[in-house]
């Protein structure tokens, strides 16, 4: 009997130095077994110091594992995600499509302080298209391209120059379109622009009406030539965050964004019998021709004056869920005709805000949005707005994301961490179906019937 008894008595210390082997909680339960006399005070202490040799002993080696590596390691963080896409086109009078879709980025940032830091990523999808990074299953299981899809620093001076951290920001380099947006209207989310940009943050607080206020200058390099002056867009765009009570949020921004050149773009870029011709090039923009039929322009210029806010709560409709109204307006001041666009939109759900592109974070949450656009033939550039958002035919070559009217809708659930899945619809109609051949690049659409092209996405992000 006393033979049990000592055993029990060693597996009550065996319990005690696993439990301990967690946190404050088994420390709790080591108490508990010394007070039903599981366990002796010495063997209740014998196991605590146990517990500490071995994180000693753990820590020493993770010391030595890290004294082998090289330093610029320790700033060296991966980052990347996966998706996978199935996508079907529905039309009237044409034969349904199917296809799969596969989009993959890796990247490194690199951060060896506070005030900078460099972000390289590498994507696939075709280096000729600006705005896509999808990849489709085709082309008997050949190879798909994979290319430098950002490269820039990020210069955030500090205590170094007897500056407040985070007041201004420079970012450099190849980089994805970093103006606050809501949607996609002036830029695809895959377009990475190149150039610089540079934001003032001159409110940052968490009481009072006024939270936050923001200052972006962008000066963007659109291409390079020899002979000609070069293409660029240069803008400026001011960012208001503010507080209506203690669960409503407001954002509000106003934009100019300035296009210089783009000429040179149309005449060297999507005229067909140029040796520089770019069939991925999207567009639905007006061209001017000269006598022999070529495109020599835009039909106008671009000066983009922009507007976009966000309204949202916690918990607008009384099921502790929230919810948001989204809207972004385009105006292109240089058009004199179908020079408007915009998005307007309303989510709900789990994604707290951004409802357009419902980025959730943890398992089990979800978000659905609706998304109205209306863009006129050139109220943005074709070539840089939304490319899902496009209104074709069969035997009509017009491929932008301008002239259209469209309904989308999204449905987003995480079933694990990390892992996100997305239903999006896409209801599209042209604006003008009747379209003028003199001054576009295109075949006239054959009436109006409704696209409707739905995805099916599974995103994996780490």
Not at 59 to 84: C, H, N
Not at 251 to 263: G, M, Q, S, V
Request: net charge negative; charged share 20%.
């Amino acid at each position: 009997m006393r033979k049990g008894w000592k055993a029990w008595k060693a597996m009550g210390g065996a319990v005690a130095l696993t439990l301990l082997a967690s946190a404050a909680p088994a420390k709790d339960l080591g108490d508990i077994l010394l007070k039903k006399g599981l366990i002796t005070p010495e063997e209740l202490q014998q196991a605590k110091e146990e517990e500490k040799q071995k994180s000693a002993a753990d820590e020493s080696r993770r010391d030595a594992i890290m004294a082998k590596l090289p330093k610029w390691l320790q700033y060296i963080t991966p980052f990347g995600d996966v998706r996978t896409r199935y996508e079907s086109f529905l039309q009237n009078d044409t034969i349904a499509r199917n296809r799969f879709r596969v989009r993959g980025r890796i990247g490194l940032v690199a951060s060896p302080s506070d005030e900078i830091s460099a972000r390289v990523r590498l994507a696939t999808g075709d280096p000729n298209n600006p705005v896509t990074r999808n990849q489709s299953f085709e082309k008997a299981f050949t190879q798909k391209p994979v290319s430098l899809d950002e490269a820039y620093l990020t210069f955030k001076p500090g205590k170094s120059f007897n500056l407040e951290p985070g007041w201004f920001t420079m970012t450099a380099g190849k980089f994805s379109a970093n103006a606050y947006r809501v949607s996609e209207l002036v830029w695809d989310d895959d377009l990475t622009p190149e150039g610089a940009t540079q934001t003032l943050n001159l409110i940052d607080q968490k009481e009072g009406f006024v939270r936050g206020l923001k200052l972006n200058a962008f000066e963007w390099v659109v291409d390079e030539l020899a002979a000609q002056e070069e293409p660029w867009m240069a803008g400026g765009q001011a960012v208001v965050d503010t507080a209506l009570g203690t669960m409503t949020s407001w954002t509000l921004a106003f934009a100019d964004y300035h296009y210089e050149n783009l000429n040179q773009v149309a005449s060297k870029f999507l005229e067909p019998s140029s040796k520089n011709f770019n069939s991925q090039l999207a567009n639905t923009n007006s061209f001017v021709k000269d006598p022999n039929g070529k495109i020599i322009g835009f039909r106008s210029g671009f000066n983009i004056v922009s507007a976009a806010s966000e309204l949202n709560s916690s918990d607008p409709i009384g099921l502790g869920v929230p919810g948001g109204l989204f809207g972004e307006l385009a105006y292109n001041t240089q058009a004199d005709t179908k020079n408007v666009g915009c998005y307007v939109g309303v989510g709900l759900g789990y994604a707290g805000r951004d409802w357009y592109h419902n980025s959730l974070k943890n398992k089990g949450d979800w978000a659905v949005s609706y998304t109205y656009a209306y863009v006129e033939r050139d109220a943005v550039p074709a070539m840089f707005t939304y490319d899902d958002d496009v209104y074709t035919q069969a035997k009509a070559a017009a491929i932008g994301g301008t002239n259209i009217g469209a309904h989308i809708v999204r449905f987003d659930y995480s079933p694990l961490d990390h892992l996100q899945l997305t239903l999006k619809s896409h209801i599209i109609n042209a604006l003008d179906d009747h379209l003028d051949s003199s001054t576009t690049a295109f075949s006239p659409y054959k009436g109006n019937p409704t696209l409707v092209r739905t995805q099916l996405d599974a995103m994996l992000k780490f």
